[in-house]
């Protein structure tokens, strides 16, 4: 264990934000890269307290790709992101980060029985519409004009905006007609399309048509209508054709049905299902055009992008840098809460992904939660410049290194409707690294620390090939001690300066230094010795949370019985004979004394276990209760269903000689 130095927030780590009229800390705790293009931060607002997570897309890398995941490929139901990533990965292209999206129908909602967890507002994947931005004009599911999209086109141009919807269908018998759903029901006067996500097997859903004293109060039903009188065109996408918001897609009449609404999709791309026979004007061979459109700056110059990629939230909770109006009345937003969002720079090229904890985090601490309102100040100061609130509560996740980064409101991630992920699309092939970076936001190391800074590598494309390189060379200021290969001998005071690490291939990188006051002192405070392994004795200070080494041969050492071990110049501790003693050893002034006991094992191996159970305890983590361990080691315990991965645990304290060269476990 070693005595820990606190040092002062350092000055690059640390900013002053206004968030309601009241200074906070704003903490840097991590900021590195994470692929091409893609920076990874948390910050932490001490007095808050905050927790955030965030990660910052150059949309204008020519390597990286969003793409909007769909829970199992289906317009209904959730999925992990981490198993999303992994269902997605495949050979130049592989997920950096992942976050969640829509909010989606639960069990408790009316909907529920029809629509089975699907999404509220757009969810489009590679132009294929899984759910549209229209439905649900309810409470505050506004349309696009009060709520936006997310939204990218294949060309990584970003419109996280404000926008109108069109969605039309047209043949040379129909005219131009107007769809009003995606995958989900349809009532009178209304016409639905259904897409491969909504499944091959799944019937469609008619839907009972509402009373004027229901639609007055709002009373929307959703129960599928099993008598309804209704019309089914199944349609193939012509040769050449691709899914593309934003432009005519062309499709080729294959079947008409009439029916009572409830067939399927089979292997068709398309099917319009409408109340009547209106359709039935249809014939096999038609042409078909299908178009959906998300028109942003309606109200000047319009523009119809070609979306590809497209999610959805509740509210447009800042625009233009200005926060909304509906983010300061509605309930949802003004409740303290974790949040999960995503925002625009003002010129676009940025993409933020943000996720605020309410939640308890083990490393960073505790964590309110905050209102749309606070989350809008905040990102503001970090550039943001168009916000759109999404999932939040046990949903607010977001994945960086293939996990979930951010302390969940419930523990475990939840699965969840959708989400936008970045993929790494450069080639797989170039290990070479090209750049370097530190790992530490600000580089800080203890007086008379020998210390080696943990660097990031990348190759020419931005892609991480290494989290701990090694073959670098340091270089520093004079007053922050000296340098040899890649370690820092830190100065004996404190001091500031900078480090440089350069690579073989002449790539440096520059950054600010601190030598701070802390106390170092031994690791180990029973030394056990044996005459088989000398121990190299362990000097150990922190820094907040972060252990630094110090060079042992650079201390002084003095050992009380030297008949039973002694110390070699090189700080290296080694057996004399069986007995005990005391180390002392001081460090800038300040000594420290330990215990010795030099005991040589009369065997070269020793079981732990051989059969006897003697002295083992078993446990289990949540779900796991009444765990007993037997004499003959059958373990008996009640399962409980926890929401994570049961897991047992063996334990048992043993001494052993010195540092075991290997530890064998059998089951």
């Known amino acids: ?87 997605y990965d495949a050979p130049n292209h592989h997920a950096i980060c992942a976050q969640n999206s829509n909010f989606w129908i639960v069990s408790t909602q009316p909907q529920w029985d029809a629509y089975n967890a699907s999404t509220h507002n757009v969810s489009l994947r590679n132009g294929m519409m899984s759910i549209d931005s229209k439905s649900f004009p309810h409470w505050w599911w506004w349309d696009t004009t009060r709520s936006g999209i997310v939204s990218v086109t294949d060309n990584n141009e970003l419109y996280i905006d404000l926008c109108q919807t069109e969605m039309t269908f047209s043949s040379a018998k129909t005219g131009t007609r107007e769809f009003t759903n995606c995958n989900k029901g349809f009532k009178t006067g209304q016409t639905s399309i259904y897409t491969p996500f909504f499944g091959p097997d799944r019937q469609f859903l008619p839907l009972v048509d509402d009373t004027d ?4 109060n709002n009373d929307i039903r959703y129960t599928v209508d099993t008598n309804a009188q209704c019309t089914e065109v199944l349609l193939r996408m012509a040769p050449g054709e691709s899914w593309s918001g934003g432009r005519d897609m062309k ?109 308890n985090d083990p490393r960073y601490g505790a964590s309110n939660g905050c209102t749309t309102d606070q989350m809008c100040q905040l990102m503001r100061h970090l550039g943001c410049w168009n916000l759109i609130n999404v999932d939040a509560g046990g949903s607010a996740e977001l994945m960086v290194d293939n996990r979930i980064i951010n302390q969940t409101t419930e523990g475990t991630p939840r699965a969840v409707g959708n989400g936008w992920m970045v993929f790494n699309t450069a080639p797989d092939d170039d290990s070479e690294v090209a750049t370097i970076a530190f790992e530490d936001v600000a580089l800080e190391a203890p007086a008379g620390a020998y210390h080696s800074p943990k660097m990031l590598a990348f190759n020419k494309y931005g892609t991480v090939v290494n989290t701990d390189y090694k073959d670098f060379t340091l270089t520093c200021s004079a007053a922050l001690g000296t340098c040899e290969g890649r370690f820092i001998q830190a100065a004996a005071t404190e001091a500031q300066g900078s480090l440089t690490a350069t690579l073989p291939n002449g790539f440096s990188v520059t950054k600010d230094m601190r030598i701070v006051a802390a106390v170092p002192e031994m690791r180990v405070k029973n030394i056990i010795l044996d005459s088989k392994h000398p121990y190299p004795i362990e000097v150990k200070a922190m820094i907040g949370s972060k252990e630094y080494t110090f060079n042992p041969a650079a201390q002084q050492w003095k050992v009380e019985d030297e008949s039973v071990a002694r110390v070699d110049a090189s700080g290296v501790l080694h057996a004399v004979n069986n007995g005990s003693t005391r180390l002392t050893g001081t460090f800038g002034g300040v000594s420290e004394t330990v215990d010795v006991n030099v005991e040589t094992s009369p065997t070269v191996e020793r079981a732990l276990n051989d059969g006897d159970w003697t002295g083992w305890k078993a446990s289990g983590n949540s779900g796991l209760t009444k765990m007993t361990l037997g004499a003959d080691g059958t373990i008996a315990y009640t399962y409980g269903a926890p929401r994570g991965i049961a897991t047992v645990s063996l334990t048992k304290a043993i001494t052993l000689f010195g540092m075991p060269e290997r530890v064998e476990v059998t089951f």
């Open 1 to 87: 264990m070693a005595l820990t130095a606190t040092a002062a927030l350092s000055a690059q780590t640390t900013e002053t934000i206004l968030i309601d009229g009241t200074e906070q800390r704003l903490v840097k705790l991590v900021e590195r890269q994470i692929g091409p293009g893609t920076v990874y931060t948390r910050y932490r607002m001490p007095d808050f307290p905050l927790n955030i997570n965030m990660v910052r897309v150059d949309v204008t890398n020519p390597h990286i790709k969003i793409e909007t995941s769909v829970a199992n490929e289906k317009s209904a139901g959730t999925e992990l992101l981490v198993e999303a990533a992994k269902r």
């Open 213 to 216: 004293e229901q639609k007055q």
């Open 251 to 359: 499709f080729t009449v294959a079947e008409v049905r009439a029916s009572d609404g409830r067939g399927t999709l089979g292997d068709y791309d398309l099917a319009i299902v409408t109340r009547g026979n209106d359709l039935a004007v249809l014939t096999p061979g038609d042409e078909v055009t299908l178009n959906y459109s998300w028109v942003f700056n309606y109200d000047s110059q319009a523009v119809r992008p070609l979306i590809t990629q497209a999610v959805g939230g509740n509210m447009m909770v800042m625009r233009h840098g200005q926060i909304t109006e509906q983010d300061k009345w509605d309930s949802y937003n003004t409740m303290v809460y974790s949040r999960s969002a995503y925002g625009s720079s003002e010129d676009n090229k940025t993409l933020f992904m943000v996720t605020i904890d309410k939640s």
